[in-house]
């Protein structure tokens, strides 16, 4: 376990600094990382957010979001696996009654990992969930669905799978059916984790199928989930700074992978010095994408620090606060992640495309890992709140 706050990075830098080793090897050859989790849920960092009175250390949010920038520094896939453990969480440490907090908090402080059976493929809505967890006459629930891009699910102890709220007529769950998340077993009879995740970026979050066979789920493992917007909350916010700071992550590593490159690179003939690094296009080119990746990292730093006020003083103020920080952290982030991952073969030169050194992987993990959340929906919500004081919707991806 790690006791206090000032430890947390520290830690999280050392584990940063081995997963690193092989990241590109595992992305070439898909090696899923096994060895590499299982030092994560070692290393105390999945326990972070555990609340005080819970046994843990309740980390702020600047804290957390630098974990998840340094992780995805190194290795971007890696980073993705436990963001659906910190937001569920959250979900947890909203909703659940204090025996749910006790076990399931419990469970995180010995090293479980909790992974998402979340998001399910059309013709349906994105909000619409057509799993289903229907009561039974003895007081548990069954569960049954089919979930997709489901990150993390194939390591995990716990998989939470969101699903409607069902009283067993058959009606076809809307947007507007209350929905619960149910915490089940990996090993729970009936659920079953496909590893058919064929993405060209991300390659090695395992974000497969979860398929729900009739799974039967103690009442004491159903958390209420539609609760945590029926007033300000802070849930989304935090969804989604975790995913900017694995953006802002990507961003970081590209920068820092295309500064090598340039480290190696031959000059252009036409600049007449001795190396690239000297070049003034190369120069120009390294200060541009310093302040993109700078600015996004700062917009990353406030709005985790949003975050944490609004939470100490939650009102539909500060909640809109929060959420709007996150989401200009958000469209910073996705722009200096491409930008970066883009930008570092300008800075390499010819060479840097060898396929040898495969760094097509940062690009591909920022174009595959930004398409989360489109930050098209970020700016309309940013824009009606900068004119007319409107306020995001209250939902998990704002």
């Known amino acids: 376990m790690i006791t206090s706050v000032d430890d947390v990075l520290p830690v999280a830098r050392c584990l940063a600094e081995d997963i690193a080793v092989g990241a590109s090897e595992r992305d070439a050859q898909r090696v899923l990382p096994h060895t590499e989790i299982k030092a994560l849920k070692d290393s105390g960092l999945l326990a972070i957010t555990v609340p005080k009175q819970c046994g843990g250390i309740a980390a702020p949010a600047p804290v957390v979001a630098e974990v998840f920038r340094l992780l995805a520094h190194a290795d971007p896939s890696l980073a993705q696996i436990p963001h659906s453990h910190f937001t569920f969480l959250e979900a947890l440490r909203l909703q659940g009654t204090v025996a749910q907090r006790e076990q399931f908090f419990g469970a995180v402080l010995g090293g479980a990992l909790v992974a998402n059976a979340q998001?399910?493929?059309?013709?349906?809505?994105?909000?619409?969930?057509?799993?289903?967890?229907?009561?039974?006459a003895g007081g548990d629930y069954v569960l049954t669905g089919r979930k997709f891009y489901s990150t993390g699910a194939l390591f995990a102890d716990w998989v939470v799978v969101r699903a409607s709220r069902s009283d067993g007529s058959g009606e076809v769950p809307v947007a507007s059916t209350p929905?619960?998340?149910?915490?089940?077993?990996?090993?729970?009879?009936?659920?079953?984790?496909?590893?058919?995740?064929?993405g060209m970026g991300q390659r090695t979050t395992a974000s497969g199928t979860v398929t729900l066979d009739d799974v039967i789920v103690p009442a004491a493992h159903v958390v209420p989930f539609s609760p945590i917007f029926s007033g300000p909350t802070t849930y989304g916010a935090r969804a989604q700074l975790w995913h900017s700071a694995i953006d802002v992550g990507i961003a970081t590593g590209a920068l820092a992978a295309?500064?090598?490159?340039?480290?190696r690179a031959r000059a252009h003939f036409e600049a007449r010095v001795p190396a690239a690094v000297e070049d003034p296009t190369v120069i120009n080119a390294?200060?541009?994408?310093?302040?993109?990746v700078r600015s996004a990292q700062s917009l990353l730093a406030e709005a985790a620090r949003r975050v944490d006020e609004a939470s100490a003083h939650?009102?539909?103020e500060s909640a809109?606060?929060?959420?709007?920080?996150v989401a200009a952290a958000k469209v910073g982030a996705v722009r200096a992640a491409l930008a970066a991952s883009n930008g570092l073969f300008e800075l390499g030169g010819t060479?840097?495309?060898?396929?040898?050194?495969?760094?097509?992987?940062?690009?591909?993990?920022a174009r595959t890992h930004t398409l989360h959340d489109p930050t098209r929906w970020k700016l309309q919500h940013i824009g009606r709140y900068t004119l007319s004081g409107t306020p995001p919707p209250r939902h998990g991806q704002i």
Do not use: M
């Open 314 to 316: 939650l009102t539909e």
């Open 179 to 198: 929905k619960a998340v149910a915490f089940v077993p990996r090993d729970a009879p009936g659920l079953d984790v496909v590893d058919d995740w064929d």
């Open 320 to 325: 809109a606060e929060a959420s709007v920080a």
């Open 351 to 365: 060479r840097s495309a060898s396929a040898s050194d495969n760094l097509s992987r940062f690009w591909r993990d």
């Open 119 to 136: 998001s399910e493929r059309g013709p349906h809505p994105i909000d619409v969930d057509s799993t289903t967890l229907t009561p039974r």
């Open 286 to 292: 390294a200060g541009e994408l310093a302040v993109t």
């Open 258 to 263: 295309g500064v090598h490159q340039a480290g």
